[in-house]
């Protein structure tokens, strides 16, 4: 079956830009011109990626973002005319999984997508035995890609769950930011990319929000990040 996307931009020219390339590929493809109709678009439709515009009336993809991640782990793209790092930076703290800047190439966007379907698939089809890991209270279910303490859910996007299980699965070896990017973007990492810090302190943020003063991963400074227990 043939994995369906959302492209939600509230340019008409770009949506239907985006539509032809990824059908091209064989994606089913759903579009939405702004934030809110997205929204009720993912209340109907089971979808397996939403290419995302961060600049749009009504409600911008960072809050779109947000929202999706209240509820929904499923990769997030997103596209914006801005190219600063901040930008960047927002993006992902807000629950992205990739960005790209316009104008961008379609083709690009076609591997990013292919990308982040295919990491997405492999982790969902893992051996299940191997899959959970206990930390304390804390529990890493690879195969359903759910993070939890206790009973309670903790919303992860899919790069900061792929970053915590690294760790998790490898408890006591340190890795250096540039070991996890390359396994879990797998792309080469360059010496000013800042994005697994950016990634790492929002998974911070998150665990020690529901494991008060745990600090699960720890930092082992001039080399890189662990988790020890």
Known sequence: MASKILVVDDEKEIRNLIEIYLKNEGYTVIKASNGEEALEILKKEEVQLIVLDIMMPK???MEV???VREHLNI???MLSAKSEDMDKIAGIMTGADDYL???FNPLELSVRVKALLRRAYYFNNMNKEEDIINIETLTIDKNNRTVKVGNTEIPFTAREFDILYLLGSNRGRVY???EIFTKVWKE???GSNNTVMVHMSRIREKLEKYIEGNKIIQTVWGVGYKIEK
């Open 59 to 61: 409600m911008d993809g």
């Open 75 to 77: 990769p997030i793209l």
């Open 65 to 67: 973002c947000r929202r």
């Open 176 to 178: 250096s930011s540039e």
């Open 101 to 103: 800047t316009k104008p």
């Open 188 to 190: 080469d990492y360059f």
